[in-house]
T-cell receptor, first 108, second 113 residues
Framework: EIVLTQSPGTISLSPGERATLSCRASQRVFSNFLAWHQQKPGQAPRLLIYGASSRATGVPDRFSGSGSGTDFTLTISRLEPEDFAVYYC?????????FGGGTKVEIK | EVHLVESGGGLVQPGGSLRLSCAASGFTFGSSWMNWVRQAPGKGLEWVANINQDGSETKYVDSVKGRFTVSRDNARNSLYLQMSSLRAEDTAVYYCANTAFGWGQGTLVTVSS
């Protein structure tokens, strides 16, 4: 099973700042099948990025994904008020599919 | 626009059964792997099961093997999760999801006496 470790656990930033979230896999993710999801309290997750770097339909271009192999990054270039949420990475290249523990982006 | 709409959740006693459904629209359902993912109260996301395009291949997390069965009906653009021998630890919001198109809104399953 591939274990995904997200860091930091919580990050405190102000609107307009840049957020850089890390996801490290315990082994290589097949074909870079790595997704990022956003979840706000009381809501379903929302797909942001799939295939490590492809934005899902309707996702603003301030969200970008990068990385390959075992190290992946989600970058939010300028935080908007609606971006404060929990972010999960997920690998779907190997069974069982696995999620990271999440990074909470909170308002400073 | 992609829509995934789950139904079938509710309160069930330990040892009981429940069948979840997911109605899909807005994408080529029959060409896509589909997943069930759950989230226990206050916890993170846990993948439960998935199924390939024609239903010939299914996979499960170890904790539900032998108790849950995932299936699909491509003619109805629908995904199902048959859950039996339910335990308290199966209590969660269950989502259907596709890794390229997104998530449904979820349906709550509560296992309690």
């Amino acid at each position: 099973e591939i274990v995904l470790t997200q860091s930091p656990g919580t990050i405190s930033l102000s609107p307009g700042e840049r957020a850089t979230l890390s996801c490290r896999a315990s082994q290589r993710v097949f074909s870079n099948f790595l997704a990022w999801h956003q979840q706000k309290p009381g809501q379903a997750p929302r797909l942001l990025i799939y295939g490590a770097s492809s934005r899902a339909t309707g996702v603003p271009d301030r969200f970008s994904g990068s990385g390959s192999g075992t190290d992946f990054t989600l970058t939010i270039s300028r935080l908007e008020p609606e971006d404060f949420a929990v972010y999960y990475c997920q690998q779907y290249g190997n069974s069982p599919l696995t999620f990271g523990g999440g990074t909470k982006v909170e308002i400073k | 626009e992609v829509h995934l709409v789950e139904s079938g959740g509710g309160l069930v006693q330990p040892g009981g059964s429940l069948r979840l459904s997911c109605a899909a629209s807005g994408f080529t359902f029959g060409s896509s792997w589909m997943n069930w993912v759950r989230q226990a109260p206050g916890k993170g996301l846990e993948w439960v099961a998935n199924i390939n395009q024609d239903g010939s291949e299914t996979k499960y997390v170890d904790s539900v093997k032998g108790r849950f069965t995932v299936s699909r009906d491509n003619a109805r653009n629908s995904l199902y999760l048959q859950m039996s021998s339910l335990r308290a630890e199966d209590t969660a919001v269950y989502y259907c999801a596709n890794t390229a198109f997104g998530w449904g809104q979820g349906t709550l399953v509560t296992v309690s006496s």
